[in-house]
């Protein structure tokens, strides 16, 4: 009986070796090089290119514009530091927010 595990426990390495041998992806991929097709040699990389314009956002004019002003409640108006009150800025922030309800 073990003649019998061994044999089998011996062919069970022999089909792993065949199956996960020393292999990589670097050695498949000079292996390619030396005759059918090698994927590293396209003229350049895949996906969007550097330099390129994008699509941007699509604009949505059909969507109901609704104004909204949020103003920063007292107790985040001051310096965590030194508790003084931040000074005002002129400046406004203005953003788009938009909401799609399915």
Do not use: W
Not at 16 to 36: C, D, I, M, Y
Not at 55 to 66: A, E
Not at 70 to 88: G, Q
């Amino acid at each position: 009986m073990s003649a019998y595990l061994e044999s089998a426990q011996a062919r069970i390495r022999d089909l792993k070796q065949r199956l996960f041998g020393k292999k990589t992806e670097k050695g498949v991929a000079k292996r390619n090089s030396s005759g059918r097709h090698n994927h590293t040699d396209t003229p350049r990389p895949r996906g969007q290119q550097k330099g390129s314009k994008g699509h941007g956002r699509t604009p949505r004019p059909d969507l109901p514009i609704i104004e909204e002003e949020h103003d920063i409640a007292a107790e985040n108006t001051l310096c965590l530091v030194c508790t003084k009150p931040y000074k005002l800025l002129s400046q406004t922030e203005d953003s788009n927010i938009v909401e799609y309800k399915g």
